[in-house]
């Protein structure tokens, strides 16, 4: 049996959990199996308790350990009242979107009292992923961090770290979030925002009777960290500091990047970033902190969430010093960070950009407004790509692929607007309603795509962080105002361009990513804003098989849950 060092870290279960995997690890791919019990409990935060859905009777959830070649078996059993689905999101799941997990895309929801099983192999990934819940809003409290390590025997290719933690951002509703989304549904309005932003499920002593739902991270003089963060929060994009302390980034959506380092990051809903922290400040307690970016006229929720990173020895009474976050509508910080973005581009991770393409699509994305004879006012908010408002479907969009259902989908979305107009322009506020339908697009295999997503001033401008499932891709450029087919790629980075699995587009402005289209099935892409995801900003592509059965869809397990 080969050994290793671990490098897990935080609570003695997770350690001991840690242990067990990675202390005796075999050399080759191993099998590892995870019980996953989606039950209710009750917490308490912000002097409110109230029952949530947990996985585990934990919040947020168990972590996911795992080396890059291991599969993972992981049993999900529902217990609670609503049906359940679970995503992996950023593994790649080749040819296996059985247990990818979007409901009503790749698989029927878990109903109450049912299993289902998800059978992932991880191939060709190390660092840092997450799962959540992938069906209604419910991933307000059902996620979790994944970590994979490299194979055995493999470093990584920065200095190593003597330890590491997981820093998941989140938010919080004192009120059951599934009836706040109904009612706002209802008013045909965004529902109410959270009460407050999380770490690791905690809000911080900012918050009313949270002393003690503080986290606390302790770390000693001398000493290099990694820290895994990902933001779960539901609609925001967030900045995070840590006073005193620089962060280096190294890794962003599992793929490793060329070092630099800032005073804070900025993350989206579903991106996650790994840092390298030096305890290298005069022992004491300093706040780290979250709080949204938002430069756009839309309501957020502006409360700060805080841990403490706490030097050993040092006791709990000592007051914190809180960091200097960015201002909530600092544009210039957030541009200025995602450009310094690289991929490594090294011969051992190389970035393998396409570099001819054959499939252009243009996607413009909108905000709108359609009629609703069930809500109060008769009209309803929506959001659309190219003036589509995505319909979910009745059975999984895969299984009806898959098995040549007919009338479930179409594959007729468009790859560019119908109409085009200054998308960027004065706010347009008239003809803002949307087409309905459930239509997708199909890539051919092995394909190579270039996809501009453009942010438009219908209604109000506003970022979007975009979740493309079965793929990374390569976020080749960025601009603000109306992309320009004529002189934007001129500008494009095909060299080492940062490679992800969610982008941001920026307020106002557009973003072009390019992947090879060689994981064949039915694939999400959606806006990763929980709200707009909801209005229908999403679609799927549909990628056809290869010529042979390698590179087709694999058959669907038995334990499938049914619709």
Known sequence: MARTKSFCWGSSALLFLCLVGFFSTPAKAALKTYRFDVQVKNVSRLCHSKPIVTVNGMFPGPTVYAREGDTLLVNVTNHAQYNMSIHWHGLKQYRNGWADGPAYITQCPIKTGHSYIYNITITGQRGTLWWHAHISWLRATVYGAIVILPKQGTGFPFPQPYKEANIVLGEWWNNDVEEVVKQGNKLGLPPNMSDAHTINGKPGPLFPCSEKHTYALEVEQGKTYLLRIINAALNDELFFAIAGHNLTVVEIDAVYTKQFTSQAILIAPGQTTNVLVQANQAPGRYFMAARPFMDAPVSVDNKTATGILQYKGIPNNAQPVLPQLPALNNTAFALSFNSKLRSLNTAQFPASVPLKVDRHLFYTIGLGINRCTTCLNGTQLTASLNNITFVMPQIGLLQAHYFNTKGVFTTDFPDRPLTPFNYTGVPLTANLGTKLGTRLSKLAFNSTVELVLQDTNLLTVESHPFHLHGYNFFVVGT????????????????????????????????????????????????????LHTSWGLKTAFVVENGKDSDHSILPPPTDLPPC
């Open 479 to 530: 601009g603000v105002g109306n992309f320009d087919p004529k002189k934007d790629p001129e500008k494009y980075n095909l060299v080492d361009p940062p490679e992800r699995n969610t982008i941001g587009v920026p307020t106002g402005g557009w973003v072009a990513i390019r992947f090879r289209a060689d994981n064949p099935g039915v694939w999400f892409m959606h806006c990763h804003l929980e």
